[in-house]
């Protein structure tokens, strides 16, 4: 069975603290996504990879980096955790080099910033 | 960048009530369309797809059909059960994947 997994599912940090949050998918995809899901927001990318060290940026990178050293995981990192990046998380990974195929969800990361 | 619309929410139906959920989306090219459903306090779920003119996804008992004239993607259930409340999002792709903002569905016994 498909399965994506993230490393919490309720986390609270403090202002300016370095927040990382990781993800790993054991579906051998070759993509994964991280998106922030707020209300009346819907999902909105930040960053995705196509390959292992290969990143780009989303629609709202500002305040996060990513690291994917193996195929299987990828973090988000918050270099600077603001009460601003209060939100769920997301990760998801999909199958091939294109965004054709379906996107298969972990069970979110819901970050509160104090 | 493709877009899809979605009906706003929330949706509220008695058990066993017929359910549809509209969904239009913008795009150029001929992209694949989904809908995914997301459970309180879990993350997204595929729930069903097409990925060309006039296909017809479907998945516990819930379909969509991929209308290329009306440029549509409306999920319809013809009994929905308590079970079936939660959020449901519809998307598509193109240079990412572009989803809509969600319609939540509260189905009462």
């Known amino acids: 069975d498909v399965k994506v997994t993230q490393s919490s599912r309720y986390l609270v940090k403090r202002t300016g603290e370095k927040v990382f949050l990781e993800c790993v998918q054991d579906m051998d995809h070759e993509n994964m996504f991280w998106y922030r899901q707020d209300p009346g927001l819907g999902l909105r990318l930040i960053y995705f990879?196509?390959?292992?060290?290969?990143?780009e940026k989303g629609d709202i990178p500002e305040g996060y980096s990513v690291s994917r050293e193996k195929k299987e995981r990828f973090s988000l990192i918050l270099e600077s955790a603001s009460t601003n990046q209060t939100s769920m998380y997301l990760c998801?990974?999909?199958?091939?080099?294109?965004?054709?195929?379906?996107?298969?969800f972990g069970p979110g990361t819901r970050l509160t910033v104090t | 960048g493709n877009s899809v619309t979605q009906m706003e929410g929330p949706v509220t139906l008695s058990e066993e009530a017929f359910l549809t959920i509209n969904c239009t989306y913008t795009?150029?090219?001929?992209?694949?369309l989904f809908w995914y459903v997301q459970y309180p306090g879990e993350g997204l779920q595929l729930l069903l797809k097409a990925t060309k003119a006039d296909d017809k996804g479907s998945n516990k008992g819930f379909e969509a059909t991929y209308r290329k004239e009306t440029t549509s993607f409306h999920l319809e259930k013809g009994s929905v059960q308590v079970s079936d409340s939660a959020v449901y999002f519809c998307?598509?792709?193109?240079?990412?994947?572009?989803f809509g903002t969600g319609t939540s569905l509260t189905v009462i016994p």
């Open positions: 795009a150029t090219g001929y992209p694949s």
């Open positions: 998801a990974s999909s199958l091939g080099a294109s965004f054709t195929y379906e996107q298969y």
């Open positions: 990879s196509y390959d292992v060290k290969m990143k």
């Open positions: 998307a598509t792709t193109g240079n990412q994947f572009y």
